[in-house]
């Protein structure tokens, strides 16, 4: 009897350890609000059209995802510029610098990775990354495959630390701004709260 008991004790155990290694890996995830109306440049009031409310980081394991609520996204373009850009700044390492950006310029209408270190600047377009700017639903997102920004971190700065699943990064920051065909001049910042780390 007693023999019986520890089997089946074993046999349960086992099962459980079975059904849990059979779960899907759960998606890691940060999320920090901005205060309302700063939205401005120093020459112009507050623009809810660029004017970030939250912004969410999240990651499956295959894709890093990122996605900033937007007070009220304009039905056409924001005031004096051609269009909007809209960008993720995190920190790879202690000081490594990287940007995502999504921009609907006429002239430059895709989904960048840009690299600011050691006196180094680059840019290149992410083609496999997904972006939209959603203006009935005041939101944007971009979907980047966590191996194609991985490649790209190494293209662009060769020393960067690896970046893949269980690389954290830290000094988030989304941005909006105005585009003027290839030049852009930022009207909101949304930092995420000092010492916020985010895990792929």
Request: some cysteine.
């Amino acid at each position: 009897m007693k023999n019986r008991l520890i089997r089946a004790l074993v046999v349960g155990v086992a099962a459980a350890g079975l059904l849990l290694g059979a779960l899907p890996a759960q998606a890691a995830s940060v999320n920090w609000v901005d205060p309302a109306d700063d939205a401005q440049l120093e020459v112009e009031p507050s623009e809810a059209a660029l004017d970030i409310l939250k912004t969410e980081v999240s990651s499956d394991g295959k894709n890093l995802v990122w996605r900033s609520t937007i007070k009220k996204l304009a039905a056409g373009n924001p005031s004096l510029s051609l269009g909007y850009m809209f960008s993720l700044d995190f920190n790879l390492g202690e000081t490594e610098k990287f940007t995502i950006r999504l921009t609907e310029d006429p002239l430059n209408k895709n989904v960048r990775f840009r690299t600011d270190n050691a006196g180094t600047t680059a840019s290149f377009t992410c083609d496999k990354c997904k972006g939209a700017i959603n203006r009935e639903g005041s939101f944007v997102t971009v979907t980047a495959p966590i191996d194609q920004i991985a490649a790209l971190t190494k293209t662009s700065f060769p020393k960067a630390a690896p970046f893949g699943p269980g690389t954290k990064l830290d000094k988030l920051v989304s941005s909006g701004w105005r585009s003027f065909a290839g030049s852009y001049l930022r009207a909101d910042d949304s930092p995420a709260p000092e010492g916020t780390e985010f895990t792929i």
